[in-house]
């Protein structure tokens, strides 16, 4: 099994809203990532955990909230979000955070803030 | 730090012409190069990387790519396109930091026509 799986596929909410992002992936890979992606542009990265604790933040808002509850489980938790905030949120595993481990990808949540 | 530039942010190509996408880089040290495939709807896919073994390195769906030292390049080439390949792709390199990331180059969206 290579797939990582993100829930919801599609997400709308208002700017006082409170909400998750969720991604899973069961392949025993120790790193995982979270991506933000614009129309038409190269994915950003936002947070990298490696071994369940938060390695890279990439001077990220605090309205973004990262948890990596066990090894195979990651969310991000959204609130007070602002409409630029809206994009693809693309969550990420690698077997390690080396610098050759492959970064298999989920297909993404699109995140539209109203 | 390093990074990766692609020439050409579109590529517009013949079904059974030559595929070839532009990636240069920028690094001190002998970078870890790859190569990424984002098909529309979807998320990232890797074609293949370089991680300093053999300089012609082979991937997936027909797709190589050749690290030059002397030119700092990795250009994608694929002999022969096919509709299938009309998608967008990222060259990459993997940066140090606490643990290695992915730095993206702008994109190549790539166009097949009949």
């Known amino acids: 099994d290579t797939e990582v799986t993100q829930t919801p596929k599609h997400l709308v909410m208002g700017m006082t809203n409170k909400k998750s992002l969720k991604c899973e992936q069961h392949?025993?890979?120790?790193?995982m990532y979270w991506y933000k992606q614009k129309a038409k542009k190269p994915p950003e990265l936002m947070f990298v955990y490696s071994y369940e604790k938060l390695s890279i933040n990439e001077s990220v808002p605090s309205r973004f909230s990262p948890e990596c509850p066990n090894s195979s489980l990651l969310n991000l938790h959204l609130h007070a979000l602002q409409p630029e905030d809206s994009a693809l949120y693309l969550c990420?595993?690698?077997?390690?955070?080396?610098?050759?481990?492959?970064?298999?990808f989920g297909p993404g949540t699109r995140l539209t803030v109203t | 730090a390093q990074s990766v530039t692609q020439l050409g942010s579109h590529v517009s190509v013949s079904e059974g012409a030559l595929v070839l996408l532009r990636c240069n880089y920028s690094s001190s040290v002998p970078p870890y190069l790859f190569w990424y495939v984002q098909y529309p709807n979807q998320g990232l896919q890797l074609l293949l990387k370089y991680t300093s073994a053999a300089t012609l390195v082979k991937g997936i769906n027909g797709f190589e790519a050749e690290f030059k030292k002397s030119e700092t390049s990795f250009h994608l080439t694929k002999p022969s396109a096919h509709m299938s390949d009309a998608a967008e792709y990222f060259c990459a390199v993997s940066e140090r930091t606490n643990d290695y990331k992915l730095s993206f180059g702008a994109g190549t969206t790539v166009t097949v026509r009949a």
């Open positions: 990420a595993s690698s077997q390690g955070a080396g610098p050759v481990d492959e970064q298999y």
């Open positions: 392949m025993g890979h120790r790193a």
